[in-house]
């Protein structure tokens, strides 16, 4: 199974940029679908972006024009681009692997907040 370790998250003015990465282990990460998915308090975890094995990304409507989602299968390494950012994308964000067979695996989570 996969381990996966998020970082570049931390506080940022509205309207700025952060990168985050997710830095996998333990396993062969090109056979892996990666996602980015974010936790607000109070709220259901949702998904944010997702990249196949092939580069097919697909994103929240929330996010679509500000957020890109990349992943560097050389360097096994997820990440997501994340600009123009609002108060509302205040939230952990975590890295998933979604791997064609079984189960999937989850990053530890990393602290983004946006405020002035």
């Known amino acids: 199974q996969v381990q996966l370790v998020e970082s570049g998250g931390g506080l940022v003015q509205p309207g700025g940029s952060l990168r985050l990465s997710c830095a996998a282990s333990g396993s062969i990460f090109s056979i892996y679908a990666m996602g980015w998915y974010r936790q607000a308090p109070g709220k259901q975890r949702e998904l944010v972006a997702r990249?196949?094995?092939?580069?097919?990304?697909n994103y929240a409507d929330s996010v679509k024009g500000r957020f890109t989602i990349s992943r560097d299968n050389a360097k096994n390494t997820a990440y997501l681009q994340m600009n123009s950012l609002k108060p509302e994308d205040t939230a952990v964000y975590y890295c998933?692997?979604?791997?064609?067979?079984?189960?999937?695996?989850w990053g530890q989570g990393t602290q983004v907040t946006v405020s002035s």
């Open positions: 998933n692997a979604n791997p064609p067979i079984g189960a999937s695996s």
């Open positions: 990249i196949t094995r092939g580069g097919s990304t």
